[in-house]
């Protein structure tokens, strides 16, 4: 079993930055994969983000340059840095985990990119 806490959303203007943190309830080392999905209204959850053992990292085309994965593995806690967000950027952000072959979810966290 694994929990998935995210933080960090929040309402931004066009162009700015935002960081969002997962914190797992054990250590990420044991996970096989922790990444970030998001959901528009009206659209299928999409993956944005995710790294794998051997922090190997793949990024959904419209966010490579503009956001990254990291993981401090000492606070058990993944981070997406998002830079340059769009408007089309806005969703609800979901941290997921895969362990052991289930897939664990956070409860999301709202960004909002708006003038």
């Known amino acids: 079993q694994v929990q998935l806490v995210e933080s960090g959303g929040g309402l931004v203007q066009p162009g700015g930055s935002l960081r969002l943190s997962c914190a797992a309830s054990?250590?990420?080392?044991?996970?096989?994969?922790m990444g970030w999905y998001r959901q528009a209204p009206g659209k299928q959850r999409e993956l944005v983000a995710v790294m794998k053992s051997g922090d190997t990292t793949n990024y959904l085309d419209s966010v490579k340059g503009r956001f990254t994965i990291s993981r401090d593995n000492a606070k058990n806690t993944v981070y997406l840095q998002m830079n340059s967000l769009k408007p089309e950027d806005t969703a609800v952000y979901y941290c997921?985990?895969?362990?052991?072959?289930?897939?664990?979810w956070g409860q999301g966290t709202q960004v909002t990119v708006s003038k």
């Open positions: 997921n985990a895969d362990y052991l072959g289930v897939r664990f």
């Open positions: 054990r250590s990420i080392f044991s996970i096989q994969a």
